[in-house]
């Protein structure tokens, strides 16, 4: 199954971009009145006929759409704060995406080694990832913020969690445990050296609940992606 990604979209007419074109035109040889599937980034399949084709821009008409295309049945926003080799953060995006996530948000702690990601980058490697495992909805990556702001930004009605490694927790499958699939889940995965000590006490008094990924020492990537599974396979049965 071949999917492009519409950059606009207006009512029964939809865009792709220079780089989508080419890959269309260039690469799957599509032409003018070719049926093409197309997904919106925020959920929809759109079946559409391909109808013009310029040199950085094509266009189709919109025949049929399918809401919910490739959807997962909870919201999940993930915030973590991000590798010092950067590959393996992008590793994350990219298998997060894959298997379901809704706001992948970059978090600077106060252990964080490294300061800068490139937010578009990001978001370009979900966007293939999110068409390669057939899903219409891109998640979010905002820019990134500082760990204690994010805590001060987290609705007040989500399951927040944020996983550590020392301290009272519980596992993280007993908090996901009996959690409605329509309300939002929110976990935290720190940076190499794990939250500083004022980070847990200050999501302790936001109402975040410390969890534990279990006995093994986990890089921070793998520790992310463990919590996507963990909610993908709670909620997946």
Avoid at 163 to 192: F, K, N, V
Avoid at 205 to 210: D, H, L
């Amino acid at each position: 199954m071949e999917i492009f990604h519409a950059y606009r979209v207006e009512g029964d007419r939809v865009f792709l971009d220079a780089g989508e074109t080419a890959h269309c035109v260039r690469v799957k040889r599509h032409r003018e009145g070719d049926a093409v599937e197309v997904i919106d980034g925020s959920g929809d399949l759109l079946r559409c006929r391909l109808d013009s084709v310029g040199p950085g821009e094509a266009s189709a008409t919109v025949l049929s759409r399918e809401a919910g295309f490739g959807a997962h049945p909870y919201r999940l926003t993930v915030g973590v704060c991000p590798t010092k080799n950067a590959d393996r953060y992008e590793w994350f995006v990219e298998k997060a995406t894959e298997i379901g996530v809704d706001v992948l948000a970059t978090l600077f702690a106060d252990r964080s080694e490294r300061r800068v990601m490139k937010g578009e980058r990001l978001r370009k490697l979900a966007l293939s990832a999110a068409k390669q495992s057939l899903k219409g909805a891109i998640p979010s990556i905002p820019e990134p913020v500082t760990v204690k702001d994010f805590i001060r930004s987290a609705s007040s009605g989500a399951l927040k969690l944020i996983a550590c490694c020392y301290g009272d927790r519980i596992p993280l499958t007993q908090a996901l445990a009996g959690a409605a699939a329509d309300r939002e889940i929110i976990i935290l995965i720190g940076p190499e050296g794990d939250f500083s000590p004022q980070e847990l006490k200050m999501a302790d008094e936001a109402g975040f609940v410390a969890v534990s990924l279990g006995d093994s020492r986990l890089r921070t990537e793998t520790a992310a992606l463990a919590s996507v599974c963990a909610v993908y396979f709670n909620f997946c049965k």
